[in-house]
């Protein structure tokens, strides 16, 4: 690698300075060339995967359009074929468009609905004429002189639709449970890695819910003997008014963990060999210094200067050569051995989003319009269903 290391020779005259002869016989050394290391290029990850878990919540019965009106073999027609008259009672305070889903209901099941109103008016001026104390707030009449207040009636009503509850509630103990669908399955087979379970990042088993339930419970009494001919109650909650059920979106992403690690990685090594590199020419100029200075003869104050000074040259530049071919070799390990990151798998994990429910009952205070709107409508439809779904049971024999 060195020029020439000269002996030493010390060269002295009668009157004159010691002259250290040069030590290298050339002030350019020969040196093993710095391998050119290409960086790696940073691996670009898989990109993100987004996809959907649908599920449906199917309707239950779905209440006929209350413009359907058809005869029923449900009530039983009277002379001529002229149907059963039905006067409704609900001393209770009904849901909005309660009223009117029973009546549609008993119009599409037979009946001849009356007018209804005036009953309360005709059951006080009976309790007066009895010299019974009013109702007290909350009860419910006695049903023997509702029936005569009915038969007091310009035109008596064959049957008496007594509505003895009939409420509009939240449902907010609903939980869908979702785990062991088919559909949940084969999502996650399609999505590799993917877990249904209760921990963040999977496809929880289980949705809790908030809709809407509503009870209605109803007696047909003979106006003419006073017996009770049907009784029924029914509850309907929101899927089974809304005619395609309760759709549960789940969306999904898979993403890549590791891409900081993987690129951090190259980095670092792309890093240690540039650091490497750079090393080695600056040991380069050391080394060239050293020989430029060690090619020339200098003068000393004395031989023992002269030799020290040729000693510490030769010594130096052995140093430096040392360090410059062991940095050369470790530099061509590290060229020929790249990061383990190069060639590591890409590590995903997924995001899951929270359920999101359509129509969506929940209440979180910030109601649009158009939200309030359609859980209106809902509720409606609610109503209409269960009274449907209720008389539609009767049978009079």
Not at 245 to 259: D, H, K, L, M
Not at 265 to 285: F, K, P, S, V
Not at 360 to 380: C, K, N, P, T, V
């Given at each position: 690698?060195?020029?020439?290391?000269?002996?030493?020779?010390?060269?002295?005259?009668?009157?004159?300075?010691?002259?250290?002869?040069?030590?290298?016989?050339?002030?350019?050394?020969?040196?093993?060339?710095?391998?050119?290391?290409?960086?790696?290029?940073?691996?670009?990850?898989?990109?993100?995967?987004?996809?959907?878990?649908?599920?449906?919540?199917?309707?239950?019965?779905?209440?006929?359009?209350?413009?359907?009106?058809?005869?029923?073999?449900?009530?039983?027609?009277?002379?001529?074929?002229?149907?059963?008259?039905?006067?409704?009672?609900?001393?209770?305070?009904?849901?909005?468009?309660?009223?009117q889903a029973v009546e549609t209901a008993l119009l599409r099941h037979g009946f001849a609905v009356l007018d209804q109103t005036g009953i309360d008016r005709r059951?006080?001026?009976?309790?007066?004429?009895?010299?019974?104390?009013?109702?007290?707030?909350?009860?419910?009449?006695?049903?023997?002189?509702?029936?005569?207040?009915?038969?007091?009636?310009?035109?008596?009503?064959?049957?008496?639709?007594?509505?003895?509850?009939?409420?509009?509630?939240?449902?907010?103990?609903?939980?869908?449970?979702?785990?062991?669908?088919?559909?949940?399955?084969?999502?996650?087979?399609?999505?590799?890695?993917?877990?249904?379970?209760?921990?963040?990042?999977?496809?929880?088993?289980?949705?809790?819910?908030?809709?809407?339930?509503?009870?209605?419970?109803?007696?047909?009494?003979?106006?003419?003997?006073?017996?009770?001919?049907?009784?029924?109650?029914?509850?309907?909650?929101?899927?089974?008014?809304?005619?395609?059920?309760?759709?549960?979106?789940?969306?999904?992403?898979?993403?890549?963990?590791?891409?900081?690690?993987?690129?951090?990685?190259?980095?670092?090594?792309?890093?240690?060999?540039?650091?490497?590199?750079?090393?080695?020419?600056?040991?380069?100029?050391?080394?060239?210094?050293?020989?430029?200075?060690?090619?020339?003869?200098?003068?000393?104050?004395?031989?023992?200067?002269?030799?020290?000074?040729?000693?510490?040259?030769?010594?130096?530049?052995?140093?430096?050569?040392?360090?410059?071919?062991?940095?050369?070799?470790?530099?061509?390990?590290?060229?020929?051995?790249?990061?383990?990151?190069?060639?590591?798998?890409?590590?995903?994990?997924?995001?899951?989003?929270?359920?999101?429910?359509?129509?969506?009952?929940?209440?979180?205070?910030?109601?649009?319009?158009?939200?309030?709107?359609?859980?209106?409508?809902?509720?409606?439809?609610?109503?209409?269903?269960?009274?449907?779904?209720?008389?539609?049971?009767?049978?009079?024999?």
């Amino acid at each position: 690698m060195r020029g020439t290391v000269l002996l030493t020779a010390i060269a002295t005259g009668a009157c004159s300075a010691p002259i250290a002869e040069p030590v290298f016989t050339t002030a350019v050394p020969t040196l093993e060339t710095i391998p050119i290391v290409q960086p790696l290029p940073a691996r670009r990850p898989p990109p993100d995967i987004q996809d959907e878990l649908v599920l449906r919540v199917p309707p239950g019965p779905t209440a006929p359009d209350e413009f359907d009106i058809v005869n029923s073999p449900g009530a039983v027609p009277g002379p001529e074929g002229a149907r059963p008259g039905a006067i409704i009672y609900a001393p209770g305070v009904l849901p909005p468009g309660g009223l009117q889903a029973v009546e549609t209901a008993l119009l599409r099941h037979g009946f001849a609905v009356l007018d209804q109103t005036g009953i309360d008016r005709r059951i006080t001026a009976l309790r007066d004429s009895l010299g019974a104390p009013p109702v007290a707030p909350g009860r419910t009449p006695d049903l023997a002189q509702v029936i005569r207040a009915v038969q007091s009636g310009e035109r008596p009503a064959d049957y008496l639709f007594l509505v003895e509850r009939f409420t509009v509630s939240p449902a907010s103990d609903r939980a869908l449970e979702i785990g062991g669908l088919p559909e949940t399955r084969a999502h996650a087979e399609q999505n590799p890695g993917l877990r249904i379970g209760d921990a963040v990042g999977e496809i929880p088993t289980r949705i809790p819910s908030r809709w809407y339930r509503t009870q209605i419970s109803a007696r047909l009494l003979d106006v003419g003997t006073g017996s009770i001919v049907w009784l029924g109650s029914h509850d309907v909650e929101s899927p089974d008014a809304e005619p395609d059920g309760i759709v549960v979106r789940i969306s999904t992403e898979r993403r890549v963990a590791n891409v900081d690690r993987i690129n951090g990685g190259i980095a670092d090594w792309n890093e240690r060999t540039a650091e490497m590199a750079q090393e080695a020419r600056l040991l380069q100029g050391e080394i060239r210094d050293v020989y430029a200075v060690g090619s020339e003869a200098r003068t000393f104050d004395s031989e023992e200067a002269a030799l020290a000074w040729q000693r510490s040259t030769r010594a130096e530049a052995d140093r430096l050569e040392r360090e410059y071919r062991d940095l050369l070799e470790r530099l061509n390990e590290l060229a020929s051995s790249p990061p383990v990151e190069y060639e590591m798998e890409w590590d995903t994990y997924y995001v899951v989003d929270t359920p999101r429910l359509d129509p969506d009952f929940s209440s979180d205070g910030a109601e649009d319009a158009a939200r309030g709107e359609r859980i209106e409508a809902h509720l409606e439809r609610l109503v209409r269903t269960v009274a449907t779904s209720l008389i539609n049971t009767i049978v009079i024999n």
